[in-house]
């Protein structure tokens, strides 16, 4: 069985400051790993992924994420937040040849000005 | 760009009665996939098809079933509403990964409709 776990339901921080949102995730072998992101009245879009390779991925509006095998972590993170960054993100997770996405249970991003 | 349309945005329904949910993509995916969203739970896969006439259970299908009779539609049925399938309920599709990237594939949503039971 895959799953992920997004411990904080919440994460507020200050506009211009770094924002971390955490992800550990579970899996049977080599892990597939992504973030989505819901803007308000949106529907689900994807942020980034890592696949294989460099464990620092690079994703859309600046946003990135490295993984960690021997912590089984994928944290986002950006160097500098902006208030239009408020959303709820989702990470995720597929087993290689699975086409099965588990999500976690989301966490909402507040950027306060 | 990739479209996933979901037909309706808002329903409200009667419980008992026989909800269908419709979902089409134009970008000629092979999987589709249909995902319940609730606070506090995130995304729940209900079910999802790789293929015409395929289907697989996701982690929550009681109270479910689907239909793909054409690839690029894909239809989530409720036999028989009830007030806990009350939520937000989400289509996606994905291409269909080859050798080692099988499962790398990026879900592509639609925007989503909001179900009411009462």
């Known amino acids: 069985a895959q799953s992920v776990a997004q411990p904080e339901d919440q994460v507020n921080v200050a506009e211009g400051n770094p924002l971390t949102v955490k992800c550990t995730y579970s899996v049977s072998g080599n892990p597939y790993l992504f973030w989505y992101v819901q803007y308000p009245n949106r529907g689900l879009q994807f942020l980034l992924k890592?696949?294989?390779?460099?464990?620092l991925v690079k994703g859309s509006y600046g946003f990135e994420a490295e993984f960690n095998k021997s912590q089984t972590s994928f944290h986002l993170k950006k160097p500098s937040a902006l208030v239009s960054d408020s959303a709820l993100y989702f990470c995720?997770?597929?087993?290689?040849?699975?086409?099965?996405?588990?999500f976690g249970t989301g966490t909402r991003l507040t950027i306060i000005p | 760009d990739v479209k996933v349309t979901q037909s309706s945005r808002y329903l409200v329904k009667r419980t008992g009665e026989k909800v269908f949910l419709e979902c089409v993509q134009d970008?000629?995916?092979?999987?589709m996939f249909w995902y319940r969203q609730d606070p506090g739970l995130g995304l729940r896969l209900i079910y999802f098809?790789?293929?015409?006439?395929?289907?697989e259970k996701g982690d929550i299908p009681e109270g479910y079933s689907v239909s793909r009779e054409k690839k690029e539609r894909f239809s989530l049925i409720l036999e028989s509403a009830s007030t806990n399938q009350t939520s937000m309920y989400l289509c996606a599709s994905s291409s269909l990964g080859r050798g080692v990237l099988s499962g790398a594939n990026v879900l592509t949503f639609g925007a989503g409709s909001r179900l009411t039971v009462l």
């Open positions: 995720a997770v597929r087993a290689w040849g699975n086409e099965k996405l588990t």
């Open positions: 098809s790789y293929d015409v006439k395929m289907k």
């Open positions: 890592y696949i294989t390779g460099d464990n």
């Open positions: 970008m000629d995916h092979e999987n």
